[in-house]
């Protein structure tokens, strides 16, 4: 069982402290991890990195080699450059939407805007090797570029410390939007290709994915609340080693007893007794002779 005191606040960047979504926005690989790990994670059970994370943030970074990321192009430069139509390419790029309540990191992006007023986005996800949570992913990154109001954050220098701060990327004019993501998997050497929005129309594919993650979204927002949690309740990690080694959390799962939630017949007030399983009659069919 976990109490937890306090509703669960994003603080991704200060564009998080005037955000309306800021109590239940949530990043695109918490969607995708499992709910209870989520649970854990909310509650300040973090999972120490592993040695296959390791392994890879190195093929990440090997593939990332030359492509600098938003701080180092340079904020002024890259709204320059943007508005010239030139074609952009950066890594590591920390981008939310307000509308969705998502953020994330995007491992390398292009983004262009031209003189007939299309921008394209070029989403590419750098993964070890598939699985199937990854297209969750890409339809997440897909709704946050989709948003008019989505955000770039950058490290600002301040007196004390350095702070991330949000600035809109779209122009305040119509434009079409092409929005297109891969999945490359490194150690294979496969990719994947995606359409998920073209002439600012989500793609049928993409449409339905894009469903089914703002549901398992809303289902860890649940855990942001304040209350109390039953871990027991939740079921285990579907890939589970049971090991220590593989994941820091199994510490506290081996201590817990999954038991299956199960479902209550509802209730109803009756006349004669107080509860009753009988649903009560609102109103009577009269026949007109």
């Not at 937890?4 to 402290?17: L, P």
């Not at 909310?42 to 890879?56: C, E």
């Not at 199994?250 to 038991?259: A, L």
Request: include cysteine; glycine fraction near 6%.
């Amino acid at each position: 069982m976990i109490t937890k005191k306090e509703n669960t606040i994003s603080f991704f960047g200060e564009g998080c402290k005037k955000c309306s979504r800021k109590f239940d926005c949530i990043s695109a690989t918490s969607v995708t991890s499992d709910l209870r790990k989520y649970l854990l994670k909310v509650n300040g059970y973090q999972q120490k990195p592993t040695i296959y994370m390791s392994q890879g943030k190195a093929m990440h970074k090997k593939e990332q080699i030359g492509i600098k990321t938003l701080d180092e192009y340079g904020i002024d430069k890259f709204k320059e450059d943007f508005y010239r139509g030139k074609q952009i390419t950066l890594s590591e790029v920390k981008v939310c939407s307000p509308k969705y309540g998502f953020r994330g990191i995007i491992d390398i992006l292009e983004i262009k805007f031209d003189k007939d007023n299309n921008i394209t986005i070029k989403i590419r996800e750098l993964k070890k090797k598939w699985w199937d949570s990854y297209i969750t992913q890409i339809a997440i990154y897909g709704l946050i570029f989709s948003d008019r109001d989505m955000c770039f954050y950058y490290e600002k220098k301040g007196r004390k410390k350095v702070k991330l701060m949000p600035f809109k990327v779209y122009p305040k004019i119509d434009f079409n939007l092409n929005i297109y993501c891969t999945l490359e998997m490194l150690e294979v050497k496969k990719t994947y290709a995606f359409t998920f929005m073209e002439n600012n129309l989500i793609s049928d594919q993409m449409s339905g994915i894009s469903v089914d993650a703002i549901n398992k979204a809303n289902l860890r927002r649940v855990f942001h609340k304040r209350g109390i949690y039953y871990i027991e309740n939740t079921p285990p990690c579907k890939f589970c080693m049971g090991n220590s080694d593989y994941c820091s959390l199994w510490e506290i799962c081996s201590k817990v007893n999954y038991e299956e939630e199960r479902k209550q017949k509802q209730m109803y007030l009756g006349k004669r007794k107080t509860l009753t399983k009988t649903k009560p009659i609102l109103y009577k069919e009269v026949r007109l002779k």
